[in-house]
């Protein structure tokens, strides 16, 4: 795949850039070592006072940062600002956490005296240039929250973006170089994906983080455990959004909507299985059918636009294609199930929510990256559970139900790396971010997310 911007609205190219060759990628992994060697030893203060620059500068671009990113993939402009004003959030919340997150940890003095030492303690360390393989469909969001507690932890930033958001990958340089970081401490790598396992090999890089498909994580992760380095991926998910007899039925509605057609149905935590107890399985389903066909889709630059098109035509093909291996196989269209007329320029797809799924249709197991949504009949609370892992994936999940028993029932049993009640999966810089199963493994955001990438060192004073 060429590095190329193609407004996805309108399948136009709107620019290509060249790759990279060989002496490119040498000059940056040698800019990023000698970055290291010196951005290692700054203080917290400095390095937050460079992400609040950072944050600032971000804030004053947002209006052409959110264009940018609307027409290199398609969500709307009014998302792309949320999200341009929430990497600036996260970057403020690292500069003012990360030394507290960081701090030396001091176990308890009759351990330490066990241990045969006067003194013992732990001392969380950078471990240098982290190469990140990033995703188009966040794509500022997915590569700061990267980058943010990267940079406050002293590691230097490597960033392979997808191929699709060249002008984004580029911005994100820019954004870190007019802060005032050092030279070497963030850059783009204009690479594609057959060069990146050159750079995950290469001595200068410690580790590796990955957001993007099963198939992507599966060779980044196998080259980085060849090379003894460390990596964290955070790949697909098919989120259960389980609504019980308790839940307030139009608060459910209304955010199982945003939460499937957000982004254009293109994130990994969006809810994509519906999964409704009998007792209220006809109101939700009508309900939610006709609030996802009475959604705006057009012109993502529009303001009043809810739904854009996907990204990609393949990713507008693979999701046609599951539809129709549902039909095939019987599931019945309550809306949606086609593309739109009057859009054909680009790669749009209605809203669409299906139900009498089966376990003989793809779409039971395999992610649909788009606005597509499964709804499915339960008789009880064990067939609730059963069904929602009854996925390969375990990034997150959301349960509607007032009842804490319910509620205990699923932070029990969910296989899932978050359960969200009465509410949608959302990421936030205080909170763990991350899933088991094939949606990957380690965890962003957090303290849990800044310490995937230190040097955990043991000091031990005779
Ligand atoms: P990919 O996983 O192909 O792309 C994600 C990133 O990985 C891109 O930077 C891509 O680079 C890179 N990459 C892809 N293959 C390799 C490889 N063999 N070695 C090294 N790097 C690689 O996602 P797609 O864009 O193709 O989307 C396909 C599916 O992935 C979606 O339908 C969805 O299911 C899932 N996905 C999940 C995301 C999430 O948030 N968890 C985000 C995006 C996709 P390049 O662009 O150059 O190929």
């Known amino acids: 795949m060429p590095i190329a911007s193609v407004n996805p609205a309108t399948g136009e190219t709107l620019e290509t850039f060249e790759e990279l060759d060989a002496a490119g990628i040498e000059q940056r992994l040698a800019r990023a ?58 970057m403020r919340w690292y500069a003012e956490n990360a030394e507290a997150l960081l701090a030396d940890e001091h176990p308890d003095p009759a351990d330490v005296a066990d241990a045969g030492a006067a003194r013992a303690y732990v001392r969380y360390r950078p471990i240098g240039a982290v190469l990140a393989v990033m995703p188009w469909n966040f794509p500022f969001w997915q590569v700061i929250r990267f980058a943010a507690p990267a940079l406050m932890a002293g590691n230097v930033g490597l960033l392979k973006h997808a191929s699709n958001v060249p002008r984004t990958a580029v911005a994100l340089e820019e954004l870190f170089v007019r802060a005032g970081f050092p030279e070497g401490c963030f850059q783009t790598l204009l690479i594609g994906s057959r060069a990146v396992d050159g750079v995950i090999r290469d001595r200068r890089v410690a580790a590796v983080t990955l957001t993007g498909s099963e198939p992507a994580g599966r060779v980044v992760a196998a080259a980085a455990a060849d090379e003894v380095k460390k990596a ?26 945003t939460a499937r057609a957000q982004n254009n149905g293109q994130s990994c935590i969006a809810a994509k299985r519906f999964i409704v107890h009998a007792d209220v399985y006809e109101p939700f389903t009508a309900a939610f059918a006709e609030a996802m066909r009475a959604l705006k889709v057009g012109d993502p630059l529009e303001e009043a636009t809810q739904v854009g098109p996907l990204a990609s ?87 509607w139900t007032d009842d804490p028993a319910e509620q205990e029932r699923f932070v029990r049993d969910i296989e899932a790396g978050g359960v969200f009640f ?3 999966t959302a990421s936030h810089p205080a909170l763990p971010f ?12 957090s303290g849990h997310g800044i310490k995937e990438f230190c040097n955990v060192t043991t000091v031990w004073v005779a």
């Open 33 to 90: 070592e000698a970055a290291f060697r010196t951005y290692r030893t700054t203080s917290f203060a400095h390095r937050a006072q460079l992400l609040r620059r950072a944050a600032d500068l971000l804030d004053e671009d947002r209006e052409a940062v959110a264009r940018t990113m609307t027409e290199e993939m398609g969500k709307p402009l009014t998302a792309a600002r949320a999200e341009a004003a929430k990497c600036a959030k996260a």
């Open 232 to 257: 964290v991926l955070e790949l697909g998910g098919s989120d259960p959004f389980v609504v019980l007899p308790s839940a307030d039925l139009d608060a459910a509605v209304r955010t199982a909507v």
């Open 313 to 399: 035509r393949q990713g507008r093909d693979d999701l046609e294609e599951l539809v129709e291996d549902a039909k095939k196989h019987g599931a019945r269209v309550e809306c949606g199930g086609r593309r739109p007329e009057g859009l054909d320029a680009g790669w749009f797809y209605e809203p669409t929510v299906l139900t009498g799924i089966t376990p003989a249709m793809r779409i039971h197991q395999e992610e649909t990256f788009g606005p597509v949504a499964t709804v499915y009949r339960v008789a009880d609370l064990d067939e609730a559970v059963a069904l929602a892992n009854d996925t390969p994936f375990g990034l997150s999940s959301n349960v």
């Open 422 to 424: 009465n509410g949608m």
């Open 434 to 445: 991350g899933g088991v199963k094939r949606s990957g493994f380690g965890r962003e955001l």
